[in-house]
């Protein structure tokens, strides 16, 4: 079983900074790593897919990183509507699995 | 545009047995894999189960293998989760999620369904 491992749990920021989230997995899974943000009540909704592409309607100033064990999402500068709860997924190997989600608050 | 409903959750009691569905609209349903991810109050994601297009091939998470079954029926668009000895770790809402097949990542997601196992 893949282990996804997300930090930090929480990420304090202000509106126009930048956010960096991490995603390390246990074993590799080369690229098959996406990245869902979840707002309360709602259902999640894919941001990120093969590590770096962005899903549709997803604006540039979120981008990913990353290949193997070690991956990122940024988003280069903090909207209000950005400041949610982010979970990355490997898709490389049964079972699949979620890491345990970081959020991102003002 | 794709769309999905789940509909069947609400309270049962331990060791009781729920069947929880899923209807699709807006796609070639039969083209598709499909998920179920569930979350627990308070806390993260957890991929449940999935069924390949053809209903094939089906993937449990540990937790659940050997007692919950999903399956679907391509000519209805509908998709299932049946669950028996059910526990109270299994509270969570159920989403059901649209796979980018033959990858196995959600682009569509469910609003999800409340299951409640108490007594």
């Known amino acids: 079983e893949t282990v996804m491992t997300q930090s930090p749990a929480t990420l304090s920021a202000s509106p126009g900074e930048r956010a960096t989230l991490s995603c390390r997995a246990s074993?590799?899974?080369?690229?098959?790593l996406a990245w869902y943000q979840q707002k309360p009540g709602q259902a999640p909704r894919l941001v990120m897919f093969a590590a770096s592409s962005r899903a549709t309607g997803v604006p540039d100033r979120f981008s990913g990183s990353g290949s193997g064990t070690e991956f990122t999402l940024t988003i280069s500068s903090l909207q209000s509507e950005d400041f949610e709860v982010y979970y990355c997924q490997q898709y490389n190997k049964w079972p699949l699995s979620f890491g345990g989600g970081t959020k991102v608050e003002i | 545009e794709v769309q999905l409903s789940e509909s069947g959750g609400g309270l049962i009691q331990p060791g009781g047995s729920l069947r929880v569905s899923c209807a699709a609209s807006g796609l070639s349903f039969g083209n598709y894999a499909m998920s179920w991810v569930r979350q627990a109050p308070g806390k993260g994601l957890e991929w449940v189960s999935t069924?390949?297009?053809?209903?094939?091939?089906?993937y449990y998470a540990d937790s659940v293998k050997g007692r919950f079954t999903i399956s679907r029926d391509n000519s209805k668009n509908i998709l299932s989760l049946q669950m028996d000895s059910l526990r109270a770790e299994d509270t969570a809402v159920y989403y059901c999620a649209k796979d980018i097949t033959p990858l196995h990542y959600m682009d569509v997601w469910g609003r999800g369904t409340t299951v409640t196992v108490s007594s």
């Open positions: 074993q590799s899974v080369g690229r098959n």
């Open positions: 069924i390949n297009g053809g209903a094939g091939n089906t």
